[in-house]
């Protein structure tokens, strides 16, 4: 029987000798700390957001050199998805990569720093675009868009790969920040729509939209402690001379209204005369002194139609679709004392605008309704109006909406019987949008004329031509022949538009119609 001597231990009982492993342990790199879920957040959410407002407010700093087609409007919406899609891959590859801290402050700095060079890119490269088409505003949407919308479209993965330390929450983490990137380009999209736009100039909101992105960065860069005083500071400088030149560059406006770039020039042979230019485009004429001089062929046309469609000198009541330089209402109130002019403008701003440079008045006899003509016309009563004058068609642009057979048919319930409708219209050769129009305005008027210019052969030049409607026989002195004017029959009309289809609500395709010539 096995016995054990008292505070012995027996040999299989002993603790085991320590050896020293002759092997080393891998060790494996701590991840990089998360940004606080707020900061991440903010970031998130500002990213995004600069991104929207930046498309939105390309429109409008492209419109005065390549107009405000659908055309223009899908190149820069193509442009940035392309820009967003690009920097969300780059920036998830470099997350991967390099020092994420410092990636998200050099993607903040950049973005602000590219958002600041997007107006004087814009005003440099549009001049030379002009005239050029859809590939031209393509053009410099890439050049002036698309960076910035890279580099910030990049802050989102890499945000994402920072605050990824638990794989059972990655759901949770990127749904979260999904979610507060989808706020930012909420809040971007309307905050410009219905805050900055009408607060202020486009450059203007994209200036303080680059220096937030840069102040923010720098923020980030002092508490992380990854970035040195002096490249601290030289981004500073960096951004302040961006920031100058953004605000200094020219522009080629001196308002931007709701809807334009607006602009007044001195006639340089009438010192009275005033040209109203509306996205680098002319497209009225006011005498400051004398409200009955028309300069411009196509509101001389108009006025005569008015005139021969109404002999004498009763008052009408007339509606006018587009105000413009309100050079045809004011031209009716001096010519015919007690009429009426209602003028339907979308763009309160341009009246506002209109009255300091112009010398516009409002009163009774001339009221002004703000908003979407196509909404507004149907508070205007039926059978009222002895004439109405569409004048809301540009050369760069026609709003389809103006354009099709059921709005043609509310400008009918709107005319007494035997009223008169008068068109203006821009197109250049093959003219498919004006043909199109013709036939629209056929398939609701019995009769249509029109004024314009044309070539040896009698056949429409193009140009601006005024089209001429209505529900009975029109009187041969509707016929105008002033600055060069030729007035097409109606069986010339209906040449002219053979085989051009109506335009309607569920078909109007007039960007692609319009033939846009400077």
Known sequence: MATRQPGKRPKSARAPKRTTPTTTATT???????????AAAAIVFMAAGAVLILEILAVRLLAPYVGLTLETTTSIIGATLAGIAGGAA???????????????????????????????????????????????????????????????????????????????????VVGRLSAWGTAGALIGTFGTGFVLIPLMPASTAILLTGAVLIVAGLALAVSTHRVSKVALVGAAVIGIGLGTLSATSSSPCQAETTYHCASVAVAADAPNGRTLLLDNIAHSYVDLKDPTHLKFPYSQWIADAINGA?????????????????????????????????????????VDFDKQKLGLRTSPDLRVTIGDARINLKDVPTDSADVVVGDAFGSYVIPWHLATKEWTQDIKRVM????????NIIDAPPLEALRAEIA???????????????????????????LLASDQP?????????????????????????????????????????????
């Open 28 to 38: 494996t790199a701590e991840p990089p700390r998360g940004l606080p879920p707020l």
């Open 90 to 172: 780059i920036g998830g590859m470099l997350a991967d990569r390099t020092d994420t801290r410092l990636l998200i402050v050099r993607l903040l700095i950049a973005g602000g720093m590219l958002a600041l060079l997007t107006v004087p890119l814009v005003h440099w490269l549009g001049p030379g675009a002009r005239g050029k088409g859809d590939l031209a505003a393509l053009g410099i949407t890439l050049v002036a868009l698309v960076p910035a919308a890279a580099v910030l479209s990049a802050a989102s993965p890499a945000v994402a790969h920072l605050q990824l330390r638990d794989l059972t929450r990655s759901g949770t």
């Open 310 to 350: 109404n002999p004498g000198k009763q008052s009408l009541n007339v509606v006018f679709i587009g105000g413009g330089g309100f050079t045809l209402p004011r031209w009716l109130l001096a010519t015919r004392p007690g009429s009426q002019a209602h003028v339907l403008e979308v763009d309160g701003e341009l």
């Open 416 to 423: 007494k019987p035997g009223g008169l409708y008068a068109l």
């Open 440 to 466: 629209t305005l056929r398939d609701v008027f019995p009769h249509v004329r029109m004024v314009g210019y044309s070539d040896y052969d009698g056949k429409p030049l193009g140009a601006n031509a005024v």
């Open 474 to 518: 029109m009187p041969a002195a509707v016929d105008s022949e002033r600055a060069d004017g030729v007035t097409f029959s109606e069986a010339e009309v209906a040449a002219i538009a053979s085989g051009a289809s109506v335009l309607t609500d569920d078909n109007a395709p007039v960007d692609q119609l319009l033939t846009i010539k400077d």
